[in-house]
């Protein structure tokens, strides 16, 4: 018998309907706008060499460190809502690879995580989307990787308006005290979520495991606004 190659099924690219491996083409995700240069504390873009961000050197946010692949514009920003709210589960298998990508480099320079935390939903909310899309974006990393995906430490106890409708004052205040959380004895976790625009719901979910033992975290999503 001939050696023969594995054939990989292809998926029609959704913004080109070119074929793709995770249905987004590699141009399409090259036309992405990415940051070369961030804060560190909260991965805001920064156009100097700075370290921090003006924000972070007066109010550092309560995580260590924040990471991200994409910035929040464009193509990328079409699909990550296209994902949320059209069920549009495939563009999750792809953030989610590359989520996986992120961090494994991540912890080769910083090392392991005791535990991986995703922002969690409210009941309300889970019923109408159907879905916790951060748990979807972490599925690649739980299936790769041996750490802790903890989606049950910490609860959502408070249905929130939407927050991109909201000043940053407000995103702050309807926020505040959203979560629960059991006591936890990690060390260091890691913090995800799909978009941080202000970092406000990150801060306050950074806030609540401190509060409930952990001793540092970071911060990792898929795009920065």
Do not use: W
Not at 26 to 37: K, R
Request: aromatic share 8%.
């Amino acid at each position: 018998m001939g050696v023969y190659t594995r054939l990989v099924p292809k998926q029609a690219c959704v913004l080109c309907t070119e074929q793709a491996e995770f249905c987004v083409c590699q141009t399409c995700e090259q036309s992405f706008a990415v940051s070369d240069h961030r804060c560190r504390s909260c991965a805001t873009p920064l156009s100097s060499d700075l370290n921090f961000c003006g924000a972070c050197l007066s109010h550092a946010p309560l995580f260590s460190n924040a990471h991200t692949l994409y910035d929040y514009s464009g193509s990328c920003a079409q699909l990550i809502k296209r994902f949320k709210f059209d069920h549009q589960l495939c563009i999750g298998d792809f953030f989610a690879h590359r989520l996986y990508d992120k961090y494994m480099d991540i912890i080769a320079i910083h090392g392991e995580y005791d535990a991986i935390i995703p922002l969690p939903l409210s009941k309300q909310r889970l019923r109408e989307r159907g879905y916790n899309q951060t748990h979807e974006l972490l599925r690649i990393i739980a299936k790769k990787t041996n750490v802790l995906i903890d989606r049950t430490s910490v609860r959502r106890i408070k249905t929130t308006k939407a927050l991109s409708t909201l000043d940053l004052e407000e995103r702050h205040s309807e926020i505040k005290n959203a979560f629960s959380a059991k006591d936890m004895i990690y060390n260091k976790v890691l913090l995800v979520d799909d978009v941080m625009t202000t970092g406000a719901s990150l801060n306050e979910l950074a806030k609540t495991v401190i509060k409930a033992g952990v001793k540092s975290c970071d911060v990792l999503t898929v795009a920065r606004a």
